[in-house]
T-cell receptor, first 113, second 114 residues
Framework: GQNIDQPTEMTATEGAIVQINCTYQ??????LFWYQQHAGEAPTFLSY????GLEEKGRFSSFLSRSKGYSYLLLKELQMKDSASYLC??????????????FGKGTHLIIQP | DTAVSQTPKYLVTQMGNDKSIKCEQN?????MYWYKQDSKKFLKIMFS???????INETVPNRFSPKSPDKAHLNLHINSLELGDSAVYFC?????????????FGPGTRLTVL
């Protein structure tokens, strides 16, 4: 079966750093995505990791360890607008994106002043 | 310009009715998808279409049928609506090949079945 686990909810303080973890066990693996979703809105793409290591993009970084089936999303200098759900998703396909993404249940991040 | 658009944004209907949701993308992408997000915010793939061919159908009841008149459109038809169909339905698109940057999602259609 497919199993993608991430914490249901996390709370952090404005200006701080937070790390959202994701572990996965899937029948195939061709990359891991992180999406951000604000309440009532569509998910928006944050990052994509296919090789082991850290990908940095401004205040957001994403890490992948394929041998451990593990990823994390690191958010620095937290802002109130970062309050949202963060979705970890695995792409199982072997070429192109036609097989869709398998999502975890999302982590609801609450930023406090 | 909106990259992926869906209509309607909200849809309220009675059990047993038939309804459609439309999706259009102007990104020139090859593949389009339908996802369902339930009340617990769990996002799950329903269908994937590539060049007007159905690629995946993830154990979705046959009351749901995707229709793709061309590469830029993927509509979702739902027959005999049930209470459990209430959810937010997202259309998405992506481009195959290298440098894949994920899927672009439409704004969602919130379906409420009474």
């Amino acid at each position: 079966g497919q199993n993608i686990d991430q914490p249901t909810e996390m709370t952090a303080t404005e200006g701080a750093i937070v790390q959202i973890n994701c572990t996965y066990q899937t029948s195939g693996f061709n990359g891991l995505f992180w999406y951000q979703q604000h309440a009532g809105e569509a998910p928006t793409f944050l990052s994509y990791n296919v090789l082991d290591g850290l990908e940095e993009k401004g205040r957001f970084s994403s890490f992948l360890s394929r041998s451990k089936g593990y990823s994390y999303l690191l958010l620095k200098e937290l802002q109130m607008k970062d309050s949202a759900s963060y979705l970890c998703a695995v792409w199982k396909g072997s070429g192109g994106g036609a097989d869709g993404l398998t999502f975890g249940k999302g982590t609801h991040l609450i930023i406090q002043p | 310009d909106t990259a992926v658009s869906q209509t309607p944004k909200y849809l309220v209907t009675q059990m047993g009715n038939d309804k459609s949701i439309k999706c259009e993308q102007n990104l020139g992408h090859d593949t389009m998808y339908w996802y369902k997000q339930d009340s617990k915010k769990f996002l799950k793939i329903m269908f994937s279409y590539n060049n007007k061919e159905l690629i995946i159908n993830e154990t979705v009841p046959n009351r749901f049928s995707p229709k793709s008149p061309d590469k830029a459109h993927l509509n979702l038809h739902i027959n005999s609506l049930e209470l459990g169909d209430s959810a937010v339905y997202f259309c998405a698109s992506s481009q195959e090949g290298t440098g894949w940057d994920g899927q672009y999602f439409g704004p969602g259609t919130r379906l409420t079945v009474l």
